[in-house]
């Protein structure tokens, strides 16, 4: 490596092991800095790839990043504050020549990419991710995210390995436009020769609700600077580095190599390394999780966290899922697992875990052997599934579809709901980046399949504020995402006969996959006339059909706090048979199958979608999620022999109040209070002493039926027993905690 480059890590990890980074301003990318050798760089906050083995024949470079297709889908090198980025600013000058940082990269694309608007593309921050084009327009304050683009040339796409050395742009497009005629703003000569492939660069603006305005020579259209709501790429608020599928005509996996900015080429050595192995982790059950802790080393740039319902020894093995990654400055060094047990026939086993140590650069040293442990924990809680149904069970429930009711009637008592809520959530593909409140968006769904292969969905969505889309268009069940609806992914296939898959990995598929092991998208919702009054519904199925299912439908109708609906889906009418998709029959009464799935609740609070939050607990989840099977948890399709129906059901449905233990407990600075409500009611939840002293007040307000958790925050207060209680209606409960110091 270049002397700057090594001079550089040194002082800087000595720096951040003092002054974490995480919460902490931005360190300026101010001299040569590698993105990605083995694995991303520690330094780099989130990053949205899946690093891989090198796929190309031969496979000799180790591992590279793996960048899947998706509609319009960035996926990045980045996390920086998005309404603050980082400052990049050294990397580029006024004229083109000014400066002379490159970036360096390898990419491997596939011929399926040719002649598409896939490319390189820089990102800034926005203060405001949400403003519309009208919103501007109107004299609302937005800084959107404005976009530098190098446009992947067709010559890539060949199925191998090419190398790129790409001149930084000048930092205006003006001065880019000129340097591309060979002048600079002035129109005086350029001090250095213009290299072509920097012709690839362009200014694109920026996207917003409104719709995009400038896609530059990657899109064909640019108004530029002439468009009075075009603002200059802000290389001091650089936020990603993204490869950027800016269209919706398919495609397939990008791979890069080697991915750094520097003033020469850089000796690549020091980022190949492997640390020392790592040992002493512990494994703790914590009320309805498992907690892995470690000891850090000052030599570690990273930590990688596994799990596996096998011991683990081989982190390459069937089975074993990647849990988190640690940057060597981050606030905390445990990690929560939170796995729900997808069917009561499973029983309690034990769950394995490792840990192993990362350098700086993100590569890892594989060796367990004395980082490795496991827990059996009798707590893991017991996840919902999809139970079987009787001929007349489904017949009813066919009846009401058929007289456009929207009913419970037919679903079998006193098997558990799947709640979308503050108890069980993430966020899914969102603009808004902050979780919502309950009284916003969420919701419970009750999933059933009959004899006749068909799926049954009744679903329930307390929302402050319905907007479906309109009903008119074509095909508008391709634009309900952007609308209140609900969506299911679906693997029609067993987890535990897809190769490298299992119950706790799930689906090995970072891509929608067609043939014997087909994925599938249903997104669900009604639609409204100029009015806001439901005229329609769709019922739609993505990723194979890409319209209505033929044989289903949805009943949708308004509720006085939200919304409902009622669906069926044909399992037999969603394949696209000219891909091969396979159609299997239900499993039988006394057979399970278990199936990779995702639920999510899409919320539009006005005119486009402001929310969007899943039900999936699994520590891979991200943005992605709906076109990335490995990313959905693992549930049940149960016969309706291999389960009872449970007594004391934690479902609003069933009428159940209840006072959870709290979690962790004992604790010494926060923890978590959750409580089930049967109905809408006032509540109070407060905590005492054991003298009976209150202490604090978490809760006094009115509240919708269905899971609740709120945060109780002990610092201040003495170690020793408390009692907290909740008052809702007439139910009232008690429980004890323990703080500790």
Do not use: C
């Not at 504050?81 to 970036?103: F, I, V």
């Amino acid at each position: 490596m270049s002397q700057t480059a090594t001079t550089r890590w040194g002082p800087l990890l000595a720096a951040f092991l003092v002054l974490p980074l995480m919460g902490a301003q931005a360190q300026p990318l101010d001299d040569d800095f590698i993105f990605f050798v083995n694995g991303p760089n520690v330094l780099i906050p989130e990053t949205s790839f899946t690093v891989v083995d090198d796929p190309a024949e031969g496979g000799d470079r180790g591992k590279v990043a793996q960048f899947n297709y998706g509609d319009f889908t960035p996926l990045s090198f980045g996390g920086w504050e998005r309404t603050e980025g980082t400052d990049a600013t050294a990397y580029t000058g006024a004229e083109y020549g000014d400066s002379q940082y490159k970036l360096y990269v390898s990419i491997l694309s596939g011929p399926e990419n040719a002649g598409k608007t896939n490319s390189l593309t820089f990102f800034d921050s926005t203060n405001d991710p949400q403003a519309s084009r009208e919103d501007l327009e109107g004299g609302v304050e937005g800084d959107l995210e404005f976009r530098a683009v190098w446009a992947i040339p067709d010559e890539a796409h060949t199925g191998e390995w090419v190398d790129y050395v790409i001149p930084i742009p000048p930092s205006t497009a003006a001065a880019l436009d000129s340097a591309k005629v060979g002048k600079k703003s002035d129109g005086s000569p350029l001090d250095v020769e213009f290299d072509p492939i920097a012709a690839n660069w362009s200014y694109t603006g920026g996207w917003n609700n409104g719709g995009a305005f400038g896609f530059g020579p990657v899109g064909g259209f640019n108004p530029g600077p002439t468009d009075p709501l075009w603002q200059e790429f802000a290389w001091d608020k650089m936020h990603s580095l993204a490869v950027f599928y800016d269209h919706n005509t398919g495609g397939e996996s990008i791979y890069l190599d080697n991915v750094y900015i520097a003033e020469a080429p850089l000796d690549l050595s020091v980022a190949e390394s492997p640390p020392a192995p790592m040992d002493n982790i512990s494994v703790t059950a914590m009320g309805e999780a498992n907690v892995v802790t470690f000891v850090t080393n000052p030599d570690f740039g990273g930590y990688n966290v596994y799990a596996s319902d096998q011991p683990i020894t081989d982190l390459s093995a069937p089975g074993v899922l990647q849990l988190s990654t640690i940057p060597f400055n981050a606030e905390s060094f445990e990690v929560e697992h939170r796995f729900e047990i997808p069917h009561p026939s499973l029983g309690q086993t034990p769950l394995y875990y490792a840990v192993t140590s990362t350098s700086q650069f993100g590569v890892e040293n594989p060796d367990v052997s004395n980082s490795a442990s496991s827990v059996a924990n009798s707590n893991l809680k017991q996840q919902p599934y999809v139970i079987q149904l009787t001929d007349d069970e489904a017949n009813t429930i066919f009846a009401n579809l058929a007289n456009g009711t929207v009913s419970e009637e037919g679903f079998p008592e006193g098997y558990p709901s799947f709640f979308i809520d503050s108890s069980h959530r993430q966020l899914g593909d969102s603009p808004t980046p902050e979780l919502p409140e309950d009284s916003d968006i969420s919701g419970r769904l009750r999933m059933a399949y009959s004899n006749f292969n068909e799926l049954y969905i009744y679903a329930e969505f307390v929302d402050d504020q319905v907007t479906f889309r309109g009903a008119d268009g074509d095909n508008p069940g391709t634009e309900t995402w952007n609308f209140d609806s609900f969506e299911v992914g679906w693997g029609n296939y067993d987890v535990n006969d897809i190769p490298g898959g299992s119950l706790l990995v799930g689906s090995p598929s970072i891509d929608m996959q067609r043939g014997e092991f087909a994925d599938y998208q249903f997104r669900m919702a009604g639609l409204q006339d100029a009015g806001g009054s439901v005229v329609s519904t769709t019922t739609f199925i993505g990723f194979s059909l890409e319209a209505e299912v033929a044989g289903g439908g949805s009943a949708v109708e308004a509720t006085d706090t939200g919304w409902r609906a009622l669906t069926i889906i044909p399992l037999n009418a969603i394949q696209n048979l000219d891909q091969s998709d396979v159609v299997l029959d239900p499993p039988g009464a006394d057979d399970i199958r278990y199936i990779p799935m995702e639920i999510s609740i899409n919320d539009a609070d006005g005119e486009t979608r402001q929310h969007q939050i899943t039900w999936g607990l699994k520590p891979n989840h991200t943005n992605q999620w709906w076109n990335t099977p490995a990313e959905w948890p693992t549930v049940a399709v149960a016969g309706r022999n291999t389960a009872s129906p449970v007594s004391n059901e934690d479902d609003a449905v069933a009428g159940q109040f209840e006072l959870a233990a709290n979690y962790p407990n004992p604790f010494a600075q926060t923890t978590e209070i959750q409580y089930t409500l049967p109905a809408a009611t006032d509540v109070t939840v407060e905590v005492f002493d054991v003298l009976g002293r209150r202490v604090a007040v978490l809760v006094d307000a009115s509240q919708p039926a269905g899971q609740h958790e709120v945060e109780f925050d002990a610092r201040g207060l003495a170690s020793g027993l408390y009692l907290y209680r909740i008052q809702a209606g007439e139910n009232t409960a008690v429980r004890q905690m323990m703080v500790v110091r």
